[in-house]
């Protein structure tokens, strides 16, 4: 990038004297969220889009309006390879339970490096077990679960107790932590249900059939799957962290409506 082109976003963060990790942690202690330097980075350069709320409170951080500070950003339809790439970052179309479920497996069975598991309503066996057996092959494999409220029904109870017997969430490999679990208590925040990897992510849509679940969805890519990673970083880091199996037994079972008999997640 040349001197011309530099980004205000970045002028902001020298001109205060910030490093990008020193950004982050100040961005993160106003959003929860877990912004990393390699993602201040691509929002500095405009490979990535910054949402609105981290949008907000960067401008507050370095007070300057939103529109100017990202002006960089937005000032072409698409920044992005997944914004250019648009449909075709679906790989595949699943309309049947059977091949959602089997694409869920395949993105979980596919994992090396990172794997992210939002939602609270998983019940199907061979899904759950092959997490549980990707986490025990892979031990430098970082997990995050992001639970919406209590686990809706006992066989994700029975799963998370096994998830802390495989591993502590308190011990590091290489320096790093490989099991986070995070519970967003807030009714108003909507839940999210998508199973990702560095490699490829499958996001389940309601059924394509009629009111029966969610019993059809999409696969994505590797672009896409890079951005559902990070949205499922940032919704842990926010969560409140669950440290033990213990903590999980303490949650209630089956709170909220349930919306169908076919859910995977």
């Not at 993160?28 to 490979?47: F, V």
């Not at 092959?137 to 029975?158: K, T």
Request: hydrophobic share 40%; glycine share 8%.
């Amino acid at each position: 990038m040349n001197a011309v082109d530099v980004s205000l976003l970045r002028r902001a963060r020298t001109a205060k004297g910030w490093t990008q990790e020193q950004v982050c942690a100040r961005l993160n202690a106003i959003t929860g969220g877990g912004t990393s330097p390699t993602l201040l980075s691509a929002w500095e350069s405009g490979r990535k889009r910054t949402g609105l709320r981290n949008r907000a409170a960067l401008s507050k951080l370095f007070e300057v309006p939103v529109v100017q500070l990202f002006a960089h950003q937005d000032r072409h339809e698409a920044t992005t390879a997944l914004e250019v790439a648009g449909t075709g970052a679906v790989t595949r179309v699943l309309t049947r339970y059977e091949d959602l479920l089997r694409a869920m497996t395949e993105v979980v069975v596919g994992a090396r490096r990172r794997l992210v598991v939002t939602g609270s309503r998983s019940r199907e066996p061979g899904y759950l077990r092959a997490i549980e057996d990707t986490l025990e092959h892979f031990p430098d494999l970082v997990h995050y679960r992001v639970l919406y409220g209590p686990p809706r029904h006992r066989a994700l109870h029975e799963h998370l107790d096994r998830v802390f017997q495989l591993r502590d969430p308190s011990e590091r490999r290489h320096g790093i932590r490989t099991l986070h679990v995070g519970v967003v208590d807030s009714p108003s925040v909507l839940e999210r249900h998508f199973v990702a990897s560095e490699s490829a992510a499958v996001v389940p849509l309601p059924s394509f059939h009629g009111f029966d679940g969610f019993d059809c969805g999409v696969m994505l890519g590797a672009e896409a799957a890079a951005g559902l990673v990070q949205h499922g970083r940032e919704a842990c880091a926010a969560a409140r962290a669950l440290v033990s199996a213990a903590e999980v037994r303490r949650l209630p079972t089956g709170s909220g409506p349930d919306l169908g008999e076919r859910e995977a997640l």
